[in-house]
């Protein structure tokens, strides 16, 4: 059992918590500070933002304990300060009512763009082909691909077949009857980013395609459903690991979910593994992409001699879905929604 204590000499400038262990017949064993909090600091971060916190949820300030076990007990209200904390502790910057539109209408694009996209696959069709449709609508349409020259990678697209976990690269590749075939779309619009992508079919699937998309399709569905303040990143891992493996698939650990909207990949990272309530406690505010990697065989992957196409080690099929999530005060918000 975990409890807090807190220290304050009179004129100090910071607050000390102690986490005290309570082990059964032993007596109260006091562990190390865990938390300093620089009252310096928060006074001139002093910002307020309305967050509703039960006693019961997760602290706000992401210790991981119970809210009365934490700052409730310290008398910090739970609604202020949490911008300049999340961004001081994690790097992570909430957005505000202007942005998440600007995220939003750039998540229309990017929408718009997979459907294009979507009727045009058939067998024959060559993945550069793709690049050109999604390039030029993009810019049709007043928006950047944001993958072009993004780390050095060479086109506006990633579209990435059957073995191909992610990063695939436009080329001569053709699509064949009964592929699968990932496209992955990231629009820059007004200076606003939003990143979403869906796997398709190629003509008619066998049992194997089939199996490994509905799968993978269901697993960011699940994890979108957990999706709520109190609820921790772990909590959003944990749901697609333990569904994925009880199907007998694997998740893929290199490549992650991140925070989005003001660049490509922000704070935090989303792994689509992990433990219940482990992590980072989610508020109203961020926006992050899920983005699961689901393959039919091994989780192991290997990058060939391009430095970005990421296969499976094994062969195996691989399929994915990535969604731009907003947590709001009650649940989520999909700012690039589509049928699950
Ligand atoms: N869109 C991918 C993601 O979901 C990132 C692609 S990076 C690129 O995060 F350079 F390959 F485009
Ligand atoms: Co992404
Ligand atoms: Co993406």
């Known amino acids: 059992m975990l409890g807090c204590a807190v220290e304050a000499s009179k004129g100090s400038k910071h607050i000390s918590i102690m986490c005290v262990e309570l082990a059964a017949g032993r007596g109260v064993r006091r562990s190390r500070i865990w938390q300093e909090i620089n009252l310096t600091n928060l006074r001139i971060n002093m910002k307020t933002r309305t967050v509703k916190v039960g006693r019961n949820d997760p602290c706000p300030c992401g210790s991981g304990l119970k809210y009365k076990k934490c700052c409730l007990s310290i008398g910090m209200p739970p609604n202020r300060d949490i911008e300049a904390l999340y961004s001081k502790k994690y790097g992570i910057r909430l957005k505000k009512e202007r942005d998440i539109e600007a995220i939003r209408k750039a998540g229309r694009l ?75 779309v990231t629009s820059i619009l007004n200076g606003y980013y939003a990143d979403a992508n869906k796997t398709f079919f190629v003509g008619t699937p066998d049992a194997d395609a089939t199996k490994i998309v509905s799968i993978a399709r269901e697993c960011l569905k699940r994890a979108m459903s957990v999706i709520k303040p109190g609820h921790t990143l772990g909590d959003i891992g944990w749901s697609i690991q333990m569904y994925a493996e009880a199907q007998g698939c694997s998740v893929v650990r290199e490549f992650v979910g991140h925070g989005v909207g003001f660049d490509f990949h922000e704070a935090p990272q989303i792994p689509h593994f992990g433990n219940k309530g482990a992590g980072i406690t989610l508020i109203p505010g961020m926006i992050f992409t899920v ?50």
């Not at 983005?291 to 990421?310: F, H, Q, S, Y």
């Open 110 to 184: 990017v929408l718009e763009t997979l459907d294009l996209v979507e009727s045009k696959i058939r067998p024959g069709l060559v993945t550069e082909e793709i690049n050109t449709l999604v390039h030029d609508f993009t810019l049709k349409n007043g928006a950047t691909p944001a993958p072009l020259n993004y780390r050095g990678f060479p086109k506006s697209v990633c579209v990435s077949a059957n073995e191909v976990i992610c990063h695939g690269i436009p080329g001569n590749r053709v699509l064949n009857d009964g592929d699968i075939v990932n496209i992955d």
């Open 291 to 340: 983005e699961p990697m689901i393959n039919l065989g091994k989780k192991e992957l290997r990058v060939l001699d391009d430095n970005w196409t990421a296969v499976t080690k094994d062969g195996s099929l691989s399929a994915q879905f990535e969604q731009t999530v907003l947590v709001t005060e009650d649940g989520c918000e999909s700012l690039t929604p589509y049928q699950l």
